[in-house]
């Protein structure tokens, strides 16, 4: 019975559900339509607004930019990748693939958005090269459901913004926010850490029974998995590649953010916000 509705919901959402740009678009359209009668202004006065205000959202593209640059590098960096080919090599049925890869994704989804979207993607990959008898439409799917929790983890971006008060934010709440909400009362809320740890358990088990019969099972060659971790060791043989290549100059520059970061939580304690995050 659950897998003939989750085989409806899948049918269903291939034929109609379209891009998320679309759903950018339609709503923009929605809110372009019905802010003329609530305002009283015309189609122009709306371009106008609607192109100003663009250039408003720059600061918060660039740390939500940087959550996943970030995020990104530290989910592929040697130690990591060593870390998920150990995970991957646990699970011995696709009932555990599944359950291992949802559990790792809502885990490093909570800590960082941008680091989990890149984790859960390779540990399903590393998974369906080791276990070709999962159904790969699945553990990728699986892969990417930490993002159920994410915006009640570390790097949510309503709660970072709301513990950091400034005047963006007055301006955008129009005024209804006149002091900081601590994280305190947000993400680390007992009612939110409850539903994170439920959804923890729960989403997991869901996600297992899901998994498709043998028969009807979508596996994939791991063959064509394996170029992915291929990396070509290119000799520096310039002054210029040299210094690109430099173990040094990154240790300095990661040395000076560490010791920002270190400051930072002396003087402020565990006071997330997004510039931190």
């Known amino acids: 019975m659950f897998k003939k509705f989750t085989n409806a919901s899948v049918t269903l959402v ?9 759903f950018c678009i339609i709503l923009t359209i929605i809110v372009f339509l019905g802010a003329m009668p609530a305002t009283g202004q015309g189609p122009l006065d709306m371009v106008k607004h609607w192109g100003s205000g663009a250039w408003g959202l720059l600061a918060f593209s660039m740390q939500m930019v940087l959550v996943l640059v970030t995020g990104s590098a530290f989910a592929t960096a040697p130690i990591i990748s060593k870390g998920l080919q150990k995970i991957a090599s646990i699970p011995k049925t696709p009932t555990q693939a599944i359950v291992i890869t949802s559990v790792v994704s809502l885990i490093t989804c909570w800590i960082n958005w941008g680091f989990g979207l890149i984790v859960g993607a390779l540990l399903a990959k590393e998974i369906a090269k080791k276990l070709p008898t999962v159904d790969y439409r699945l553990i990728i799917a699986t892969a990417y459901s930490g993002f159920v929790v994410w915006h009640a983890g570390l790097s949510g971006s309503i709660p970072l913004a709301m513990a950091t008060l400034d005047e963006s934010l007055k301006k955008v709440t129009a005024g ?44 994939i060659d791991p063959k064509l998995l394996e170029d992915d971790n291929i990396r070509s060791e290119v000799k520096p043989s310039t002054p210029a590649e040299k210094m690109e290549h430099s173990r040094l100059l990154s240790l300095i520059i990661g040395a000076i953010g560490l010791v920002y970061i270190f400051f930072f939580f002396a003087k402020n304690g565990f006071n997330l916000n997004l510039n931190i995050v």
Do not use: G
């Open 14 to 22: 291939q034929r109609y559900l379209p891009d998320p740009f679309i």
């Open 176 to 219: 209804s926010v006149t002091e900081a909400v601590p994280i305190t009362d947000t993400i680390f809320s007992m009612y939110n850490i409850i539903i994170c740890l439920a959804i923890l358990v729960i989403f997991p088990i869901v996600c297992a029974k899901m998994h498709p019969s043998p028969e009807d099972t979508v596996s």
